[in-house]
């Protein structure tokens, strides 16, 4: 069984930084992007960052320059450098794995559990 973790949330002051992780793990055969979303109070679900299996990364425009996307491959793991937090960076962040699993020749998405990340002015 497939499952996503996330970790590294908390409460941090403006200027701040926090680094989430995000493993994956159970019956995993490949794994193609990985991501970062969140969603603050009220609003949609927004895409942060990914980046692909090769390394090819994208950014929201309100993060370039203070965030920083990597993953492990070997660790099935994905990270978010989160610096210079802004109160704005406040919301639950989700990590989003397209992945392939035993018996499942197509990739999947999934999705974790959310972190909070809670930036004060």
């Known amino acids: 069984q497939v499952q996503v973790v996330e970790s590294g949330g908390g409460l941090v002051q403006a200027g701040g930084s926090l680094r989430l992780s995000c493993a994956a793990s159970?019956?995993?055969?490949?794994?193609?992007?990985m991501g970062w979303y969140r969603q603050a109070p009220g609003k949609q679900r927004e895409l942060v960052a990914r980046?692909?299996?090769?390394?090819?990364?994208n950014y929201a425009d309100s993060v370039k320059g203070r965030f920083t996307i990597s993953r492990d491959n070997a660790k099935k793991t994905v990270f978010l450098q989160m610096n210079s937090l802004k109160p704005e960076d406040t919301a639950v962040y989700y990590c989003?794995?397209?992945?392939?699993?035993?018996?499942?020749?197509?990739?999947?998405?999934?999705w974790g559990q959310g972190t909070q990340v809670t930036v004060s002015s």
């Open positions: 989003n794995v397209a992945l392939m699993t035993t018996g499942w020749p197509y990739y999947r998405d999934y």
């Open positions: 159970g019956g995993i055969t490949s794994i193609n992007d």
């Open positions: 980046i692909t299996r090769g390394g090819i990364t």
